[in-house]
């Protein structure tokens, strides 16, 4: 494929309860006829998507990019912040399935499971994490106008995750988004971490 294709790197199928409606198998016929190269299901603090969405990606010659959006408890912000992760090889794919298992075993709260900060330092490792955009920890700093408590969470994020935590950038039209726009460009550019833009949109 000689052009770059748009990669759905956060989506919801139906097994995220809530706020979920793409189904796994109309999600890989789209991305086979538009000729998109590869997926990714992040499911709200779930993997129940995964055996389905693997087998029907790789029947259809689909790169199936597997993670979970989960909820993580910061000392920085009064709500626990969605950030989202995706499984870069078997290791990553264990520590994945131990953080949200320990997120329904311990990390409840009204219902919903959450994980600590500070699990991520033992079960990071491969692991990719996206920022969340406005609703990740550093993205809710940066929106609040506390620009030196979202340096430190950065390099913290970046630390726990290096060469593998995103800046996720999007527009959807939300109050506050452009100047979050700015400064996390911005701060990205001075301390070299990757961006990435997605799009919140289903298919």
């Known amino acids: 494929m000689s052009d770059p294709r748009f990669v759905h ?33 992040t499911d709200d603090s779930n993997l129940f998507a995964m055996i389905k969405f693997y ?3 790789m029947n259809a010659g689909v790169k199936p990019l597997m993670g979970a959006d989960l909820w993580v408890e910061s000392a920085h912000i009064e709500e626990p912040a969605k950030l989202s992760f995706l499984v870069q090889n078997e290791q990553g794919y264990q520590n994945l399935t131990l953080l949200i298992s320990r997120a329904w075993r311990e990390g409840q709260y009204h219902g919903s499971p959450r994980i600590e900060r500070d699990w991520l330092d ?82």
């Open 122 to 203: 033992t079960h990071a490792e491969g692991v990719l994490a996206l920022s969340g955009g406005c609703q990740g920890e550093f993205g809710q700093l940066l929106i609040n106008g506390h620009d030196a408590e979202a340096r430190a969470s950065l390099q913290r994020w970046m630390t726990t995750f290096p060469d593998r935590f995103y800046i996720e950038l999007h527009r959807t039209g939300r109050l506050g988004e452009e100047d979050y726009l700015h400064a996390a460009v911005d701060l990205a550019a001075e301390m070299a971490c990757p961006v990435v833009a997605l799009s919140l949109i289903h298919i």
């Open 55 to 57: 087998s029907a990606a």
């Open 9 to 41: 790197l956060r989506l919801h199928t139906d097994y995220s309860l809530v706020d979920g409606v793409v189904r796994v198998k109309e999600l890989i016929k789209t991305c086979a006829s538009q000729a998109i190269p590869a997926v990714a299901v």
